[in-house]
């Protein structure tokens, strides 16, 4: 399997400019989630979807953030418009729920990362 | 909101030596989980704690899930140069609810 693939990898923006970050989680998964990663702040949960449905955007610093998963392949984060304190790498990460399991956890996987720059 | 807190935040070690890394919360948690992250890369899965007291390995890592159900502490034995990265603790509050909060993280740096 392809993993988690995000892009672009790198993205420099000027401040103003509405930024798009692309994300399409590991096939079969059903759950997606958005992370945000400062050396400030750590590593932030922003959103995360079930079955392509919001089920907690509680993390999403404000109106200029917004996250659509149109379809179970692909998933969007959109800042518009971007700030220079929106600086910072996002993750998206994938996982599936596993029928029976009792443990309750169900493992998250990264993908590599949009490493954003907004001047 | 809930914090967890990581310590260190960062270590020097030398080749072979063991470490320890521990994470408290204010919060209980159900599952205590440690992450790695590798420059460039996103974190990935080493151990995941279910019960409070458990003891787990995965090769040269042990993890424990605190007995008050607000702290886990990683241990690697024998560190080799690959040991470097990041390490994340992170916690579910409850089961079903899929929400992770990750630590502060302990960056350890091997020396030569």
């Known amino acids: 399997d392809a993993g988690v693939i995000q892009s672009p990898r790198h993205e420099v923006t000027e401040m103003g400019q509405e930024v798009t970050l692309r994300c399409k989680p590991i096939?079969?998964?059903?759950?997606l989630f958005w992370y945000r990663q400062t050396m400030m702040r750590g590593l932030e949960l922003l959103i995360y979807?079930?079955?392509?449905?919001?089920?907690?955007d509680s993390g999403m610093p404000e109106d200029r953030f917004s996250a659509k998963m149109p379809n179970a392949s692909f998933s969007t984060l959109k800042i518009q418009p971007s700030e220079p304190r929106d600086s910072a790498v996002y993750f998206c990460?994938?996982?599936?729920?596993?029928?029976?399991?009792?443990?309750?956890?169900?493992?998250?996987?990264f993908g590599p990362g949009t490493r954003l720059t907004v001047l | 909101g809930q914090q967890l807190n990581q310590s260190p935040q960062s270590m020097f070690i030398q080749e072979g030596e063991d470490v320890s890394m521990n994470c408290t919360s204010s919060?209980?948690?159900?599952?205590w989980l440690w992450y790695k992250q590798d420059p460039g890369e996103g974190p990935v899965l080493l151990i995941a704690?279910?019960?409070?007291?458990e003891l787990t390995s995965n090769g040269r890592l042990t993890a424990q899930f605190g007995i008050t159900r607000k702290d886990s502490f990683l241990n690697i034995s024998a560190s080799i140069p690959s040991d470097v990265g990041i390490y994340f603790c992170?916690?579910?509050?409850?089961?079903?609810?899929?929400?992770?909060?990750f630590g502060t993280g302990t960056r350890l740096t091997i020396i030569p």
């Open positions: 096939s079969g998964h059903d759950y």
């Open positions: 992170a916690g579910q509050l409850n089961f079903g609810n899929e929400k992770l909060t």
């Open positions: 979807f079930n079955n392509n449905v919001p089920i907690d």
């Open positions: 704690l279910y019960k409070a007291g």
């Open positions: 919060s209980i948690f159900n599952t």
């Open positions: 990460a994938s996982s599936h729920q596993l029928a029976g399991d009792r443990r309750g956890y169900n493992e998250q996987f």
